[in-house]
């Protein structure tokens, strides 16, 4: 969760097996500028090329996002073309676990998934469910399987209340 220019911005990430593939081809760049560094004496337009290359592609990957407007779900992915906006009431469910959130809606039917970090997802669920627009539920699907981070984020902030 990062708040830029007012707004705030959930992350989120492709499936694991994906995610691995992106992030090791977007270190690639970086690690062959590295070799030609070694291997000269002077820099060259090449090695610019290649640490210019992985800054573009570390800024592709961290552009996965949702953000939450006032009546539309705003979802960004590293294809800036693929970003597209969503009606919040048209959400039908949230089903969330320990890894992932899967949004069903009239966008998908079937249901999308997003990898998200427990905290992220926590304060993107707590803030979707308080959107007046919002007006679909909330399923934690094994979140007694491990630990439930729910009770356990909210027994914290009952003992700060007091």
Request: aromatic share 18%; proline share 4%.
């Amino acid at each position: 969760m990062i708040k830029i220019f007012g707004k705030i911005s959930y992350h989120w990430q492709p499936e694991l097996s994906w995610a691995i593939i992106y992030w090791s081809l977007s270190l690639t760049p970086m690690f062959i500028g590295l070799a030609l560094l070694y291997e000269r004496s002077q820099i060259s337009l090449a090695i610019f090329v290649m640490f210019i290359l992985f800054i573009l592609l570390m800024g592709i990957g961290f552009h996965r996002y949702f953000r939450i407007e006032e009546n539309q779900l705003y979802i960004a992915s590293a294809n800036p073309f693929a970003s597209r906006k969503i009606q919040i009431k048209s959400i039908s469910k949230i089903e969330v676990t320990i890894l992932f959130i899967k949004i069903f809606s009239t966008a998908f039917p079937e249901g999308k998934i997003f990898y998200m970090r427990k905290w992220p997802k926590k304060f993107f669920i707590n803030d979707l469910v308080r959107n007046p627009h919002f007006q679909g539920e909330i399923e934690l699907t094994d979140h007694m399987i491990a630990q439930d981070y729910f009770e356990e984020y909210y027994s914290d902030e009952a003992k700060s209340v007091r």
